[in-house]
């Protein structure tokens, strides 16, 4: 498995899906879709509409990723939580 903690993205990234051109703004990461319960790398909406509607929100993982437009602030706020992050998905992984 990729690094995770290195992989996954700050809040306000923008990105391009794997053959879709509409371009999408990450808000949210370990995200679990309510209807299916499954959980995902991210949650976005469009870009540049913003999340207009809860049925809306685009769930998608790291892997459907095509294109890195836009890389969202980091700070050692955010390394530190993403270390968190990683540290929770390889814990969940392993039981």
């Known amino acids: 498995m990729e690094n995770m903690e290195q992989n996954l993205l700050p809040i306000g990234s923008v990105v391009k899906f794997k053959d879709w051109d509409q371009t999408l703004m990450i808000y949210g990461r370990m995200q679990t879709d309510s209807e299916t319960l499954k ?4 949650v976005a909406c469009f870009y540049p509409h913003g ?3 809860p049925d809306s929100n685009i769930f998608f993982n790291h892997k459907d990723i095509s294109e890195v437009v836009f890389r969202g602030y980091e700070n050692e706020d955010e390394l530190a939580f993403r270390r968190a992050l990683a540290e929770g998905i390889a814990r969940a992984e392993q039981s």
Do not use: E, F, H, V
């Open 51 to 53: 999340n207009i509607a």
């Open 39 to 42: 959980r995902w790398d991210y």
